[in-house]
């Protein structure tokens, strides 16, 4: 009776594989927790257009919420502790997917150009990075440290807001953030859709990429109204 036997090369070459796919839903499960909480946070953020005490109301009742089954800040720690394990596996995934497609490349390798990728397909990378050191900023400037380059009070979520985005250099920061924002989600939810297998069929993948647009610029656009609302001084 004949019998087959898998070389190591065909055992090896299948781990890999099984480890990428595993890699890919990593990085997409939790993208997609990241446009959830972007969606969440820009629906705050226009809460500023309703004035100063409706958004500094919102802010403390997202740290309120739950009591007293949650301690006071609760909701908020939940959130946080989400979004790091969800950071630490997107940035992980990434970079491990990274590297092997680089060792993936032999010198023999023709470089050939990106044919029929779009710009956002092409800027992942880097786009990422930047968004990464952005989140830093972000989170000294609101969160953490609660820096106010104006010079004014730090206590006052609406009036630090104020402060940040009447410097008008912090503003072009902002949006050129949101850029970049735009970008990695046209890119990142065609792509996760993709991952997670849907998008076999041409319709289906029409509807990925329209809804890597919408997602785009609505979460974009959103969090881009606020910022230039203040500079030009009709939210203060």
């Known amino acids: 009776m004949a019998t087959t036997t898998r070389t190591p090369q065909l055992v090896k070459g299948a781990r890999g594989a099984r480890s990428t796919i595993a ?3 990593a990085m997409a499960i939790s ?3 990241f446009v959830g909480f972007v969606l969440l946070h820009m629906y705050g953020n226009l809460k500023a257009l309703d004035g100063h005490d409706a958004f500094n109301d919102y802010a403390h009742h997202l740290r309120t919420f739950g009591e007293p089954m949650l301690p006071y800040g609760g909701l908020l720690w939940i959130i946080r502790l989400t979004l790091i394990a969800s950071l630490v596996v997107h940035v992980g995934a990434a970079v491990a ?30 786009g990422g990075l930047a968004l ?3 989140i830093v ?9 609660k820096v106010n380059i104006s010079g004014g009070e730090t206590n006052d979520p609406y ?10 250099w912090m503003t072009v920061i902002y949006l050129v953030a949101m850029v970049a924002l735009g970008m990695h989600l046209h890119h990142g939810t065609w792509s996760s859709l993709q991952t997670l297998g849907l998008t076999n069929t ?12 919408f997602v785009a ?20």
Do not use: C
């Open 23 to 25: 890699l890919k839903l």
């Open 31 to 33: 993208g997609l927790i």
């Open 97 to 126: 997917l990274w590297r092997r497609a680089g060792a993936a490349r032999t010198q023999k390798y023709a470089v050939k150009k990106n044919v029929g990728s779009s710009l956002s397909s092409r800027t992942m990378r880097w």
């Open 132 to 134: 990464l050191l952005f």
């Open 137 to 145: 900023w972000h989170l000294i400037n609101f969160t953490i440290g």
């Open 159 to 168: 009036n630090l807001m104020v402060d940040t985005f009447d410097v008008w």
């Open 202 to 213: 041409a319709e289906a993948r029409r509807r990925a990429k329209a809804a890597g647009w």
């Open 217 to 236: 610029i609505v979460i974009a656009g959103g969090f881009s109204v606020v910022p230039v609302l203040v500079l030009a001084g009709i939210v203060d």
